[in-house]
């Protein structure tokens, strides 16, 4: 397959999703399958593709064919299609406060498991450059966290408490749903326990793994980062050490005080990924009506150079295509390169309350030519400042990785099905 069909296959399914039958999804978790996230089977094409809770009205369908998956668009052939397998530390599950329903402790990272966004073409500096993959030809790396674990110590954020959101939001729940599991006791127990038992599950791969915190924003000063250090707290108490990790990344809105920056950056976090998700201050006031847009990108810059001088790994930030002005994401683009800041750059989700957003027809998800020419333009600003693209390491795989070298999904979440198997596109 060429580089360009690839990435039209990945521009057109990322904004998309995929339609995903319950029954389906009981069959799949039936085979010992984690039926979250998925990956083109021939592991030489990209990483896997969230489809979770956006795909119910795509185009793009998963079936069943005989004993393999693959995804059909308006009824056709697209492409072949596995999943995780389902590690046993997930079964250790937490029941919130207040809920019925127990949820993982520790997910795999679907959300950034399918993100395509621009790279430099730049010569490389270091050995593991990602240049070196893509060989300063191509303007893409795809975000494929196979091996990203996460933990969300809230699921609500205090925008959505105070129903100004972000309109765009993908969490799926709710301030209100009692889902702030880091005020619960016996969560941080089990978080411990959970990691403990993923570390002895995944072996010696635990050094091929990420780890990720992220959580709506909390309140207070800090804007959460206390319960950020609370959990790579837990973990250390737990295991008597923290483990070598890819990185440990922090997702989180800058705090008011910057002190909590080394904060994070002692309890052992590496990496820190500040979103500004929306360039334009006054755009940011429309699609955030919330503290978030109010805030000035200056304060953001001050926070990207201060986190610059304190976390050993990547600092990097996110914009939002498709529910800002191009010219004024690439303006974003451009700042946050001129600081030495990639910017992740995804499509609009209509996920959660991006969902009901587009369902107002005020917004629609990005094309697929749209978003390559905002890749390409994005890719040349990064060449520019020579910047590199984000280095979420759990896994990421250039579109030009032909070139063979990227990180395998750590048998633990490989199900032994897919070992060796023919992908059904041979006979296709
Ligand atoms: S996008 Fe982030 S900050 Fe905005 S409402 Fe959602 S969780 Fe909160």
Redesign the pocket.
Known sequence: MSESSIVDKKIKIQGHGIKITPELKTQIASEGYYPIALTWLTDDITGPFSFTGYGDESPFELRRVEDRYAVFENGEYFTDATFYKKPDFFNRLHTAKGLDNPQDTIFIDEGMSGVITPCGTAKDTHESDLFKITQGKFPYVTVACYNGLVIWPAWG????KAKN??K????PGDYDEHKLLHTDSDYWENLGATFAAAVKEIGPEISQVSLTVDS??LPGRDKGAHVYVKVLDTIKQRLGYLPNLLYRRAVI?PPLDFEWLQRLADAGFTDIQMDV?VYDEVERRRV?P?A?GHRPIADYIKAFRKAKEIFPGEVATQLVAGIQDDENLLKGVEHFASEGIPTLLTPFLPFG?GRRWRDTGEVEVPSAQRMKTVYQRAAAILTKYNVPPPQFRGGVSSLAETMGRRLKRVKALTNPRDFDREPISVAA
């Open positions: 954020c205090l925008y959505t959101q972000c765009f939001c993908c969490i709506g924003t809105e998700d955030m919330n978030k309350h």
